[in-house]
């Protein structure tokens, strides 16, 4: 899980363009690693457009590392994955994702963007959950990084917003596809990433390292899926 530090003192309003950059690296292994398939379901209160624009913010994250990710959307009620839906030696290639409205474990005063849930064996459950409702409480609560977002255009919320969700989306992909609950004390998979590093137009801070690139290359090629705790 990711929490989310409250207090912030750098103030972010530039915009970004959503999807990869100009001159963005390739990714860095090879043989490819085959696409993850996420099947999406999103709340009503979150638009197309920004659903949309989380998931370019999380694919952004993960290209330079070789690690794709098919985005299929799914109906707004689903049945909750069979904890034995895939098996095998091999890391189930296929997630969900629901962007609702749940608060989820708060911890130390702090509220989850967003979570995945690891079952008795340690081992992560195929389902990762984003919090609209958390996201939307920060941005207006993080004045001192991006402004009075009540007073902004929708366009600039939505923006906003969007690589806030995707960067949560990004480290709970890392907590799946690294199979491990260990947080690190920099780069994407740290513990608490403050409401300037979610808002941000620059993710450069949230970077995949090389020794998690092979781990998960591994994992995805031929490596059980035994999780550290």
Do not use: C
């Not at 899980?1 to 750098?10: D, E, F, P, Y």
């Not at 992560?124 to 409702?133: D, F, G, N, T, V």
């Not at 609560?141 to 977002?149: K, T």
């Not at 409401?195 to 970077?207: K, V």
């Amino acid at each position: 899980m990711m929490l989310i530090a409250k207090t912030v003192a750098v103030a972010l309003f530039a915009s970004t363009a959503f999807g990869f950059a100009a001159g963005a690296p390739t990714p860095a292994f090879s043989p490819a690693i085959p696409p993850m398939i996420v099947n999406v379901t999103a709340t009503p209160d979150a638009s197309a457009s920004l659903v949309a624009h989380l998931l370019a913010e999380a694919n952004a994250i993960w290209h330079p590392s070789g690690v794709t990710f098919v985005w299929q959307h799914a109906a707004r009620v689903v049945v909750p994955y069979a904890r034995a839906s895939e098996t095998g030696p091999y890391v189930p290639r296929t997630l969900r994702l629901t962007i609702g409205d749940n608060r989820g474990p708060e911890r130390d005063g702090r509220l989850p963007l967003g979570w995945i849930q690891f079952d008795d064996a340690a081992a992560p459950e195929q389902e990762i959950y984003l919090s609209h409702r958390n996201a939307l409480q920060m941005m207006l609560e993080s004045r001192d990084a991006v402004g009075d977002a009540a007073q902004m255009p929708m366009a600039q919320r939505e923006m906003l917003l969007a690589r806030a969700m995707g960067r949560a989306l990004a480290h709970e992909l890392g907590h799946y596809l690294l199979a491990s609950k260990v947080h690190t004390e920099q780069g994407l998979m740290k513990a608490i990433l403050s409401a300037a590093e979610l808002f941000s137009p620059d993710s450069g801070r949230l970077r995949i390292e090389p020794a998690q690139r092979r781990t998960i290359a591994a994992r995805l090629h031929r490596e059980p899926l035994v999780a550290s705790s």
